[in-house]
């Protein structure tokens, strides 16, 4: 978060509009222990003033559940059987199209894959 915070800082003092940082969090298993306490404080405003999206993609044996607890925003689930190729393709497509759309516009935009392709959107209820 302190580079968040010194990053973010610089840009504005250079005279830059700054949009909420954002994480792509991409795996494929399960997180050791301790990552709840670190992701809260990671995103809680009131300690991180510029706490980060963060947008999970899971493929292979990764953990719906676990996912969805990560997240901020979206959690989106290789379909079974997507090789794990296919779907990083599909991830770093998504995530090229999101960054390359929010530098042409005043806000963030947010390339979800396409229903049919590789991913799936798994609910959660802050999204």
Known sequence: STTIESDV??????????LRPCVYFITD??????????RDQWVDKSINKYAPN???FGVADADEEILKRLTTRFTFM????????????????GI????????????????????????????KENQ
């Open 9 to 18: 800082d610089s840009l504005k003092s250079e005279g830059y509009s700054v």
């Open 29 to 38: 298993g399960r997180p050791g222990d301790g990552w709840k306490k670190a």
């Open 54 to 56: 963060i947008i999970c």
């Open 78 to 93: 290789a379909d079974r059987g997507t090789s794990t190729a296919n779907a990083l393709h599909e991830v770093m497509r």
């Open 96 to 123: 090229t199209s999101s960054v390359v759309s929010t530098t042409r516009g005043p806000e963030a935009q947010l390339s979800i894959p396409a229903a049919g392709e590789s991913f799936r959107v798994l609910d």
